[in-house]
């Protein structure tokens, strides 16, 4: 493995601890506290990913710099080849509602999702070994993808659940979701500031913006953005002309946002807080 290609072993072991995902920003260190309210459109599915990336977790995700670090997966490393990976799952993870997340939980759920040709076991209660048919350095990438989310099974949002963050409080489908932070998370003053999240699906554009405007929610998605960008007491990400997201300046957006996806990867919930 050449030097470019460790890269994808970055924050890995002891980096890891040195990549948190918290961070300051011209608005200070993030904090806990308050409901963010949060208007999104239909289409693309937005609700559920953003339901996902919440409440479930990978082995590994990429920060919004773009290197991977531990999730679920506390430690891993490969060997020489790239070939036959170990990780060690983080020993305070627990399913909501279920326990701990086991070794044998990580593989099943693998197993499930995984469409490299491979074999997955589990090496006691806490670690697993992934052994791959041919060498890829870049598996880590691979593995914080939304399709490796750890799950119990594939379930419907209204029943969603997983490791992540925040958990479900109610749902419908294609309408609404209203989350909670989880007490006690295994990644506790790292990631999930807000107490609460209400999302609500709003398709027309023009009227995510007004909901925005008139102070109905505290960030829109991809709204209409004439109505807005004269408005001194918003934000926009990425700029006033590229408005995909709008926001009021209560909600601090961090100072380095994901770019590989929309929504700070989909990870808005679990990275942005309220002033």
Same mark, same amino acid.
């Given at each position: 493995?050449?030097?470019?290609?460790?890269?994808?072993?970055?924050?890995?072991?002891?980096?890891?601890?040195?990549?948190?995902?918290?961070?300051?920003?011209?608005?200070?260190?993030?904090?806990?506290?308050?409901?963010?309210?949060?208007?999104? @459109?239909?289409?693309?599915?937005?609700?559920?990913?953003?339901?996902?990336?919440? *409440?479930?977790?990978? %082995?590994?995700?990429? !920060?919004?710099?773009?290197?991977?670090?531990?999730?679920? +997966? #506390?430690? $891993? #490393?490969?060997?020489?080849?790239?070939?036959?990976?170990?990780?060690?799952?983080?020993?305070?993870?627990?399913?909501?509602?279920?326990?701990?997340?086991?070794?044998?939980?990580?593989?099943?759920?693998?197993?499930?999702? %995984?469409?490299?040709?491979?074999?997955?076991?589990?090496? !006691?209660?806490?670690?697993?070994?992934?052994?791959?048919?041919?060498?890829?350095?870049?598996? @880590?990438? *691979?593995?914080?993808?939304?399709?490796?989310?750890?799950?119990?099974?594939?379930?419907?949002? @209204?029943?969603?659940?997983?490791?992540?963050?925040?958990?479900?409080?109610?749902?419908?489908?294609?309408?609404?979701?209203? %989350?909670?932070?989880?007490?006690?998370?295994?990644?506790?003053?790292?990631?999930? $500031?807000?107490? +609460?999240?209400?999302?609500?699906?709003? /398709?027309?554009?023009?009227?995510?913006?007004?909901?925005?405007?008139? !102070?109905?929610?505290?960030?829109?998605?991809?709204? #209409?953005?004439?109505?807005?960008?004269?408005?001194?007491?918003?934000?926009?990400? /990425?700029?006033?002309?590229?408005?995909?997201?709008?926001?009021?300046?209560?909600?601090?957006?961090? @100072?380095? *946002?994901?770019?590989?996806?929309?929504?700070?990867?989909?990870?808005? %919930?679990?990275? $942005?807080?309220?002033?």
């Amino acid at each position: 493995m050449n030097r470019l290609d460790r890269r994808a072993l970055f924050a890995s072991g002891a980096a890891a601890a040195l990549l948190a995902a918290t961070g300051a920003s011209a608005s200070g260190a993030p904090k806990r506290g308050g409901t963010l309210r949060l208007a999104v @459109p239909r289409e693309n599915d937005v609700l559920n990913t953003l339901a996902r990336w919440a *409440v479930q977790d990978a %082995l590994v995700e990429i !920060g919004p710099d773009g290197v991977v670090r531990g999730e679920l +997966a #506390q430690h $891993w #490393q490969s060997d020489a080849d790239a070939k036959r990976w170990e990780f060690d799952l983080h020993p305070d993870a627990q399913f909501h509602g279920v326990g701990p997340v086991t070794a044998d939980q990580v593989v099943a759920s693998l197993t499930r999702s %995984l469409t490299l040709q491979c074999s997955i076991e589990p090496l !006691g209660a806490r670690k697993i070994a992934l052994t791959l048919a041919e060498p890829n350095p870049h598996l @880590p990438y *691979v593995l914080a993808q939304q399709s490796n989310l750890i799950t119990l099974a594939d379930t419907a949002l @209204p029943e969603l659940t997983g490791s992540g963050c925040y958990e479900v409080v109610r749902a419908t489908e294609g309408r609404n979701l209203r %989350l909670k932070r989880v007490a006690k998370h295994y990644r506790d003053l790292q990631v999930g $500031w807000f107490d +609460a999240v209400d999302i609500g699906v709003i /398709p027309n554009r023009d009227i995510r913006a007004e909901a925005l405007r008139d !102070g109905f929610v505290d960030v829109a998605l991809f709204p #209409q953005g004439d109505m807005l960008r004269s408005r001194r007491n918003l934000v926009f990400h /990425p700029s006033a002309d590229d408005m995909q997201i709008a926001a009021h300046r209560n909600i601090a957006i961090p @100072p380095k *946002v994901g770019q590989n996806t929309a929504i700070d990867d989909g990870r808005l %919930l679990e990275r $942005w807080w309220m002033l």
